[in-house]
């Protein structure tokens, strides 16, 4: 029921059986509770961040100040569907302009739901007009394409290929870097005129908890792992919500009748 294998110098268990998953998700839910360091994380993020940090206090330090945090401005309550509204009002704009010529829909939707997002990590949404920010997002998107390629598995399992000027991984770390260099001016502006303990969005919270622990040595707050986190909770806030709304406008296309009721 469990066994182990070696996936191109990458170690992995496999847990067959619902018992042996069992035992091991829930009975010893800890041990298996990390993320895996794989060298691409390590490259990226350096095991920072929220999504790829190792399970321990930065962890749980960062999921706790953004669950807070989006919880206080009001995501995923009723009070917060005004703000939906309002953002699919902007959405609907911004297709009349096209006049009724074709245009694929991916950069309105993806703008829309990030802005969404948007309004709780900074505290604005950007226009569908704004193209640094679409270019920031078609590459976030470009990434997550990236990551899943043959390339970067290589590299994954073979770390040493890093030193090669080509492949698509050095492509993705390029990505990666203007997406930091964006997130690093844009925390810079939008916690201009900040008050302290007065976060008007989620980096403000973020520099609040920074400021409480600065004498904390062992505290995982920093500037960069605030770019790491802004970063994750936009592709966690974007990319699965604009691929099911995509594939609902095509099933919609498909079957006008559905549409119509």
């Not at 950069?107 to 802005?115: D, E, W």
Request: charged fraction near 25%; aromatic fraction near 14%; include cysteine.
């Amino acid at each position: 029921k469990i066994f182990s294998l070696d996936l191109g110098g990458i170690s992995a268990i496999v847990l067959n059986g619902y018992d042996a998953v069992k035992e091991c998700l829930v009975h010893q839910s800890e041990i298996f509770a990390d993320r895996p360091s794989l060298p691409l994380f390590k490259k990226l993020t350096n095991m920072g961040g929220l999504l790829n940090s190792k399970y321990g206090r930065g962890w749980t330090e960062h999921r706790k100040l953004a669950v807070n945090t989006f919880r206080i401005f009001g995501y995923g309550q009723r009070s917060f569907e005004h703000k939906i509204s309002e953002e699919s009002m902007f959405f609907l704009d911004a297709i009349d302009t096209y006049k009724g010529r074709p245009f694929d829909l991916k950069h309105l939707i993806t703008n829309a739901v990030s802005n969404i997002t948007n309004l709780i990590i900074f505290g604005e949404r950007f226009t569908y007009e704004d193209t640094e920010f679409q270019h920031m997002i078609e590459i976030f998107s470009e990434n997550i394409e990236l990551a899943a390629s043959a390339s970067v598995f290589l590299y994954n399992a073979f770390p040493w290929i890093g030193i090669l000027p080509f492949g698509k991984h050095q492509q993705l770390f390029k990505n990666a870097a203007e997406v930091y260099d964006f997130l690093h001016k844009l925390i810079e502006r939008v916690s201009e005129n900040r008050k302290p303990q007065s976060p008007r969005h989620f980096v403000d919270a973020y520099l609040d908890e920074m400021d409480c622990n600065e004498n904390d040595p062992e505290s995982t707050y920093s500037r960069e792992n605030l770019i790491f986190s802004v970063g994750e909770l936009i592709i966690a806030g974007t990319e699965t919500t604009t691929n099911v709304l995509r594939w609902a406008v095509l099933f919609m296309a498909l079957y006008p009748n559905i549409q119509g009721k």
